[in-house]
Each structure stands twice: as structure tokens, then as C-alpha cells.
């Protein structure tokens, strides 16, 4: 019927009449005109008929790729988990969030005329289980629910029948094929590099750490077999050195030879104690409302939100667990400020000797960067930064794997987040206020540290960029240009903190 329809209006159109109407005397002309195009369209059937199915394959192709833009571009409200804030939630987990492409003011591509000569990669290990301390808590938790609670609230009664079977420490699937597409990411990124340049890969002692650096090498391993333009010999397997985490062992990637620092972790918290009080209580008495009888203290409200991220990287897909759907977006934000005042107070800048911890990395990098010994009195390994096979320099790239926590520490040596302001702990601050700072933007499972040195036409000198996260951050205190970047001579002179060791001599007062 409706290309019945259609025919006639086409044989109207294509006889020249702009209006369907009934035939009057006089108009023979006309009429034989439109049977001339009748006959035509009989003729041309399957040709008029592919026209119009073409046709409106493209009206709903356009009318769909508008309606998805105007729904993913809709802004999240803060308090519903509409498919548009979902993604909002699983980026505001802190460090239990999954390494994403954060919001950069400058383009993170490689600046034109420019070609990156060296890239140095720190990343954390991808999505584990919690561990085995919480873990043990969490079950614990879920037990006593069960146990004690007969009413469950109507976004509760799935608990009922929930198991707990998280593990501990262990990387889970998700996690391991997280880190296998950062290898991917990577040669992608630095083909030019990656294509003719085998990586020197270093991990911190901790099983999920030294997994994370194998799966990352299996990614950019596949991604070069698959690099049509790349024929260069290939060793993979490639070599691991696995630096021990023993508190007898001096490891830049995880130290654990600060006493003083340490010891001052216990007296960092007050900021995100400040903070626990304006935001906990509130969803505990929700908490023991839905779960009457189960006595839900703040410190397991907390529990019950990390049961969110923690289920959902046990998923090997990533599907939200229901546990998240517990709290409200707003709630979650303010989740992952409370994250994010742990990482800052105890590791990152807010700590006295957390940038400390951080200075032996940095001046490996600089050795790395220079083609110069290492010059550190800190946290490196004399041994193995003085033999050229376990510390090799005039390497193009070289791939480093870590904890978040380590990671804070480096940081904050390198001066990376020196412009945002201590955070307050009585009110919650945006990441883009923090001047680019969240746990979850700066440390979140398989977070990234790239530092690139460009030669680019027209200069001399390289330069030095650092990007978090595909986030370029701006480098301090040594002329930075509009792309964030600095000459190598003067990012070195900048460096002068972990130059001088920081303050390495109040670890042992």
C-alpha cells in the first residue's frame, strides 16, 4: 500500500503535476504524460524499489546516530543511574576504577612536526581481587547479614541470595586482559618506536604486578605481529627483571625503606576523617534501614560501596554489579573523593616524606632520559642501576610496572599535581578543580605514566612531555610552552627535589 502510494505520487511528480487531483476534461495531455511515467516506473520496479529502501536506511541511520549523540552528551544528574551516568559511576570508584582516557585541556596526540625519541611507560597493575585483609572483612560482612537480617530492603533483596567468592590479591580476568590492551595501546601509540624497538621491562616483586607486566608484553608482542610495516627480529618472550619487595631490598619501583614514612602513614588521615564524617553516616542509617538487624557500622557502609567495583571487575566484562546500584551517583562522587583524600594525604603531595618515596624513580628516569648514570642515594639499587644489563641505557623504550600507591610517590617527586591546592576535607572538590587530581584520574587500576622526549622540527633540543592517564599535565618550574612541554635541559635543572634526595635524611630520625 505504502509504495502503491508512492508510485503515484512519482508518476504525478515525474508528469510534471505537483499535486494529486482528479482528472478534468481537457487535460489529455497531461494524462497520457502520467501514464507515459506510470509505465516508466513499471519498468524500472526493483530500481525504484532500491531506491526507497536506500532511502530510508539513511533517514533512520541519521535519525539513530542523532538520538544516541543527544542521549551520551545528555549530562548526568548526580543522583539517578541512567544509562547516560553509568559511565560517571564507574569512574568514580578511586583507585578501584578501571584505567580510562581522562579529560585533557591539551591534545594528547603527538604535537605536529614532532616525533617521539624516547617513551618511558609507569603503569599499575590491571583490575585483582581486594586483598586478603579485606577481603576477609568483606565476607565476614555478608555472612552477618545473612545471618542476622530477615527484612531485606526492596533494592537490598538480592543480597539474600549473593555469595561471596571474591579471592585476594590476584589479578582477575578482567584485569589481565586490561593490561594485555595496554600493551596494545601502547605500540599503537609509539609504532614508529614500538616497530623496530624492543621494550626493557622492569616489575615490582608482587605476583598481580609482575602478571600485569607479562600480559602488557603479550599485547604489544601481538600488536607487532600484527604491524604489517614492522620486520624487525622479535625475542618474544621478552625479558622481565623482577625487583623483590622485601623491606632488606632497595626497590624504586615499591620501597619499603623509610621508617619515618611509614610511621607517618597512621597520623595522614585527618583530611578524609573530616570527610567520613560529613558523608558516611548518612548511608550507614540508610544501610541499617534496608538491613534491619544487621548493625552496619561506617567503617562496613564503606565495605558494602567497595563490593561494587570489586564485584564488577570480577565480571569478565565489566557489567556494573548490583552492589553499585545500592547508592546514588552523587554518592559515588562522593566516594571517590573520599579515595581520593587517602591518596593524597598518605602518598601523594599532603604527605610529609611521600614524595620522598618517590625520588629514586625519578632519577632513574633522568638517567634514562640523559643517557647518564644513575646519581641517588635513596630508594635504587646500586647493583642493578650500575650494570648495564639490568639498568641499560640509550634504550628507546622502557616499560615499568607498580602499585598506585608507589605511583602517588612518583608523582609527587616529579612535582606533577605542585598546582593543585590541599584538598579540604570538609567539602568535596571536582577533579578539574583539583586541577586535574582524583585518585580515580590519577592512580585507578592499570593507570598509565607515559614521559616522551620529541625532537620536533625547527629546534635544537628535545623536549620532555608527561601525560596521566592520556592527560597531558603540564610540567612546573621550567618554562613549560602551551602544550604543556619543556626543553630536556631545563625539565632536568626542574627535578632538583629528587636531584637532592628529597628529604631522605628524616626517614631514619
Not at 552528551?73 to 543511574?81: D, E, K, L
Not at 534491619?292 to 561494587?308: F, H, K, T, V
Request: include cysteine.
Amino acid at each position: 500500500m505504502v509504495f502503491t502510494n508512492l508510485r503515484r505520487q512519482v508518476t504525478a511528480l515525474v508528469a510534471g503535476g505537483r499535486y494529486g487531483y482528479t482528472q478534468l476534461p481537457g487535460h489529455a495531455a497531461r494524462h497520457h504524460a502520467q501514464k507515459r511515467a506510470a509505465r516508466w516506473i513499471d519498468q524500472h520496479n526493483s530500481a525504484v524499489r532500491l531506491a526507497l529502501v536506500v532511502l530510508l536506511c539513511v533517514t533512520l541511520i541519521v535519525f539513530s546516530t542523532s538520538f544516541m549523540n543527544s542521549v551520551s552528551t545528555r549530562p548526568c544528574t548526580g543522583f539517578t543511574h541512567d544509562r547516560h551516568c553509568r559511565k560517571v559511576v564507574a569512574r568514580s570508584w578511586g583507585q578501584y576504577s578501571s584505567t580510562f582516557s581522562v579529560p585533557s585541556e591539551i591534545s594528547p596526540s603527538i604535537p605536529e612536526g614532532c616525533e617521539v625519541t624516547f617513551a618511558q611507560l609507569l603503569q599499575r597493575h590491571g583490575a585483582r581481587d581486594p586483598t586478603e585483609h579485606k577481603s576477609s572483612a568483606y565476607g565476614a560482612l555478608i555472612d552477618r547479614i545473612h545471618k542476622s537480617v530477615a527484612d531485606y530492603g526492596k533494592d537490598f533483596k538480592f543480597i539474600k541470595g549473593y555469595e561471596y567468592t571474591l579471592g585476594a590479591d590476584q589479578l582477575t580476568r578482567y584485569g589481565e586482559q586490561q593490561t594485555v590492551d595496554t600493551g596494545v595501546k601502547f605500540y599503537e601509540r609509539y609504532k614508529h618506536l614500538a616497530s623496530t624497538n624492543q621494550p626493557f621491562v622492569r616489575a615490582s616483586g608482587q605476583g598481580r604486578v609482575v602478571e600485569s607486566a607479562k600480559n602488557w608484553t603479550q599485547g604489544f608482542h601481538q600488536a607487532r605481529l600484527a604491524d604489517e610495516q614492522s620486520h624487525a627480529p622479535d625475542t618474544y618472550p621478552y625479558d622481565i627483571l623482577i625487583i623483590p619487595e622485601s623491606a632488606d631490598f632497595n626497590n624504586s619501583l615499591s620501597p619499603n625503606i623509610c621508617p619515618a614514612f611509614e610511621n607517618s602513614r597512621s597520623e595522614s588521615g585527618d583530611e578524609q576523617d573530616v570527610w567520613i564524617e560529613k558523608f558516611v553516616p548518612p548511608l550507614t542509617e540508610r544501610m541499617n534501614q534496608n538491613l534491619p538487624g544487621a548493625n552496619i557500622s561506617d567503617d562496613e557502609a564503606i565495605y558494602l560501596m567497595d563490593l561494587c567495583p570489586f564485584n564488577t571487575v570480577a565480571s569478565d566484562t565489566g557489567k556494573l554489579s548490583k552492589f553499585c546500584f545500592l547508592f546514588t551517583v552523587d554518592e559515588w562522587l562522593d566516594y571517590d573523593y573520599y579515595q581520593s583524600l587517602g591518596k593524597w594525604y598518605g602518598y601523594g603531595n599532603g604527605s610529609p616524606l611521600g614524595p620522598t618515596q618517590g625520588v629514586g624513580f625519578v632519577n632513574e628516569l633522568l638517567a634514562r632520559l640523559t643517557g647518564r648514570p644513575v646519581v641517588d642515594h635513596t630508594t635504587t639499587n646500586s647493583t642493578l642501576d650500575g650494570s648495564e644489563s639490568t639498568f641499560p641505557l640509550g634504550r628507546a623504550i622502557y616499560a615499568d610496572f607498580s602499585h598506585d600507591n608507589d605511583m602517588m610517590d612518583i608523582y609527587a617527586a616529579l612535582g606533577l599535581y605542585n598546582e593543585t591546592d590541599p584538598l579540604p576535607g570538609d567539602r568535596r572538590i571536582s577533579p578539574r578543580q583539583a586541577n586535574g587530581f582524583s585518585a580515580s584520574w590519577a592512580v585507578p587500576f592499570a593507570a598509565r605514566l607515559y614521559v616522551e622526549k620529541l625532537a620536533c622540527g625547527g629546534t635544537e633540543e628535545e623536549f620532555v612531555r608527561i601525560l596521566v592517564n592520556d592527560r597531558v599535565i603540564p610540567l612546573q618550574n621550567c618554562g613549560a610552552d602551551a602544550l604543556g612541554r619543556c626543553t630536556l635541559s631545563r625539565f632536568v635543572e626542574s627535578q632538583s627535589f629528587a636531584r637532592n634526595g628529597g628529604h631522605w635524611d628524616q626517614c631514619f630520625v
